[in-house]
Nanobody
């Protein structure tokens, strides 16, 4: 199993950015995928998840209405479109694969069994 995140960078407040995570080594369409982020000195926190069965999205409150998670099963890729970025969104963003039969609490790290290496997103004021 491999998860390769990319697309991060340095942007200004109010800008948009799309990050991607390409998966390999497993049947991508059969797994719920998630995005977490970790800012310096803070724990890794949930951002968004997309369910495998119907592509239903789930978001943490602070990004709801600004971020959009999507997936392309034909490309084994999950995306995170981030709009109206603010300095508070600065973090390393990690994609994760949610383990099968791990329940519906998509915002808990323990339910994810594989992680990508992360991509840095920096938002300047």
């Amino acid at each position: 199993v491999q998860l390769q995140a990319s697309g991060g960078g340095l942007v200004q407040t109010g800008d948009s950015l799309r990050i991607s995570c390409v998966a390999s080594g497993f049947t991508f369409s059969a797994y719920t995928m998630g995005w977490f982020r970790q800012a310096p000195g803070r724990e890794r926190e949930f951002v968004a998840a997309i369910r495998w069965s119907d592509s239903s999205p789930f978001y943490t409150r602070s990004v709801n209405g600004r971020f959009i998670i999507s997936r392309d099963n034909s490309k084994s890729t999950v995306y995170l479109q981030m709009n109206n970025l603010s300095p508070g969104d600065t973090a390393i963003y990690y994609c994760g694969r949610r383990a099968r039969n791990s329940g519906n609490d998509y915002d808990t790290k323990s339910g994810y069994d594989y992680w990508g290496q992360g991509t840095q997103v920096t938002v300047s004021s």
